[in-house]
């Protein structure tokens, strides 16, 4: 595929779009117990929907967020939430591993592009999931540091404010339209790539280049 893609930073989701994401899986052996196999789909779905409201708000560290969405999700449920149930969710995030797409595209797409990852992480989560990324990254932000969790617009602001760039300087990859493409536009970044995973499905309306995996992704930009 043939683009006119050059931007000067190539940002990235990260938990996601570069590591799997398995909260999902955390969840079916946490809650083996108490949920019956039918219903854990839903289960781990509300879940999911639970944790995109929690965002919204004003900023609140992460395993707070987690904590209130694994709690809400078993009330809705009429579930057994144990205590402090969440931050087994939060302790998983850096045991995470990357796609295995990701790691030769990386190192590709560095050699010409500054890459930048801006995550709904913590701090304290984020530097050993980038290890395993293997790249250099000339910047790394979380929602802690902007104080705002993605889709708000202030995370993307904050981005690039930091970059000291325009909008359309920025090439944004994510496995999320609902949270990342959407505000992304919003704020000017009309230059998005939408990495199909399968979590979510394509909203062609959003102008984003859709790619199965991020090997796909040095050919957009020209390498």
């Known amino acids: ?10 940002s990235f989701d990260c938990y996601g779009t570069l590591i799997n994401f398995q909260m999902k899986e955390v969840m079916e052996e946490l809650f083996a117990d108490r949920v019956a196999p039918e219903n854990m789909q839903q289960f781990t779905t509300d879940f999911a929907r639970y944790r995109l409201d929690e965002v919204m708000g004003d900023w609140r560290p992460y395993d707070e967020l987690l904590c209130n ?26 045991t995470w591993q990357p796609h295995a797409d990701v790691p030769n595209a990386l ?33 790394v932000y979380t929602a802690q540091q902007a104080g705002a969790y993605k889709p708000r617009l202030r995370a993307f602001e904050y981005m690039i404010d930091q970059l000291g760039c325009n909008p359309e300087d920025i090439l944004h990859v994510s ?20 990495v199909a995973r399968g979590h979510e499905p394509a909203w062609p309306v959003w102008g984003s280049h859709e790619i199965k995996n991020l090997g796909g992704l040095p050919a957009l930009v020209g390498l």
């Open 175 to 194: 496995s999320s339209m609902r949270y990342d493409h959407l505000s992304a536009d919003d704020v000017g970044i009309k230059n998005k790539v939408f």
């Open 1 to 10: 595929m043939t683009t006119n893609l050059r931007p000067k930073y190539i």
């Open 107 to 139: 190192a590709l797409l560095a050699k010409e592009y500054k890459l930048v990852i801006l995550s709904n992480a913590m701090d304290a989560q984020i530097d050993a999931s980038v290890e395993k990324l293997g790249a250099p990254f000339h910047r």
């Open 69 to 94: 969405s694994v709690e809400r999700t078993c009330r809705r449920w009429g579930v057994e939430y144990r205590d402090n149930e969440g931050l087994k969710f939060y302790n998983a995030v850096p």
